[in-house]
């Protein structure tokens, strides 16, 4: 401020100026660097992206085969749908997955029951190991799903097994 006197509006107007350019710098390295990681995260080598599955269930009462749907993303969250979940009063189940070796994860996902007039009845959780078949975009693995109440006591345990395919997008 020596020799040259600035308006306050001048001084902000200035300070503005800089900040959006920080926050344009800082968004700009983001915005780049997003795409590496996401390359990073996807491809036929990786679990990242979604998965039609045909889960089949063991026991002498279990249900015939039927499809469901993983969704991995890069983050390490995973959601599962199937086909059966209006018949057995449950909702999508989300959770997270690690990967256990190179083509390995294990997953586990929550969701909540519900009795027949729609009150939340507990929870069903299913533990999921899942390991990348030797074709391209193809995987297999072993679930094993507890029923549990609302305070958390194991109500049914059930396993199965799966076999997916990856969605393309064509």
């Known amino acids: 401020m020596f020799g040259k006197q600035h308006t306050r509006r001048q001084v902000l107007a200035s300070a503005g100026a800089a900040g ?7 968004a700009t390295a ?20 979604t ?5 089949t269930l063991e026991g002498p009462q279990a249900p015939a085969p039927y499809g469901a749907i993983f969704v ?10 199937n086909a059966r979940e209006r018949l057995n009063m449950v909702g999508a189940q989300y959770g997270s997955w690690v990967e256990d ?13 519900y009795d027949a007039k ?25 679930l094993t799903v507890y029923t549990k109440d ?3 006591k194991v109500l049914a345990t059930t396993k199965g097994s799966f076999t997916s395919t990856r969605v393309l997008v064509k």
């Open 72 to 81: 991995f993303n890069s983050s390490g969250t995973v959601i599962n749908s």
């Open 101 to 113: 070796a190179v083509g390995s994860i294990s997953f586990v996902t929550i969701g909540f029951r």
């Open 150 to 152: 609302l305070t958390g």
């Open 30 to 49: 983001l915005i780049q660097a997003l795409p590496a990681h996401a390359a990073a995260g996807e491809g036929p080598s990786t679990v990242v992206g």
């Open 51 to 55: 998965w039609l599955t045909v889960a």
């Open 20 to 26: 959006a350019l920080g926050v344009l710098g800082s």
């Open 118 to 142: 729609g009150n939340p009845a507990g929870t069903r959780e299913s533990h999921i190991s899942f390991k990348l078949g030797t074709a391209v975009n193809t995987g297999s693995g072993r």
